[in-house]
């Protein structure tokens, strides 16, 4: 997914964080983590391993997921206001993997609607239609940041995440 979203959005002014989280039973989960790191190869990605569940314990009130746990498999996208004061920022726009418990099913992740709200706060959908009538437009650099948290495993490669503590 985040592969799909960062080839479609080609911004420099698009960044991606992903924080791998110890949230399923299988343990070794820093150097999953580490395993895991090339799946997103995207030189505007940075990553993050976050021992404690801290960024997700904070995000899944805001969020207003239902059970218990932390945010995780949650894919969010703060505009170029969003600063992180004593609150975290709300995203200006979410998706995600959870079990329908736990999150809102139209938020169920969509990586062509997740590519479409990034494209939306560049204001790059309005730069197409302008390219398209033959103007030229210059896409205005705020940056857009798009945050993502998963886990998973699979083989190792090169790209280790770093600790995060909040």
């Known amino acids: 997914m985040q592969t799909q979203v960062f080839l479609n959005v080609s911004s420099s002014d698009v960044r991606g964080y992903v924080v791998w989280m ?4 299988f343990g070794k989960w820093e150097a999953a983590a580490h395993e895991q790191a090339w ?16 960024l997700g314990n904070v995000y899944a009130p805001l969020l207003h997921l239902t059970g218990s746990g932390p945010a995780w498999d949650v894919y969010m996208v703060f505009g170029p206001e969003a600063r992180w004061n004593a609150q975290p920022p709300a995203p200006s726009f979410w998706m995600h993997q959870l079990p329908a418990r736990r999150a809102p ?5 969509d990586p062509d609607r997740m ?4 494209q939306e706060l560049l204001g ?3 730069k197409a239609a302008e390219l398209e009538d033959g103007q030229d437009a210059r896409l205005r650099g705020s940056r857009v940041t798009a945050g993502f948290e998963s886990f ?6 090169n790209s280790s995440p770093r600790s995060i503590t909040l």
């Open 22 to 25: 110890p949230v399923t039973s």
């Open 39 to 54: 799946r997103i190869p995207d030189k505007r990605i940075t990553r993050y391993y976050d021992a404690e569940s801290h």
């Open 105 to 109: 099913a139209e938020q169920l992740l």
């Open 115 to 118: 590519t479409h709200a990034i």
């Open 124 to 126: 790059t959908e309005k």
């Open 152 to 157: 998973g495993s699979s083989t190792p490669r």
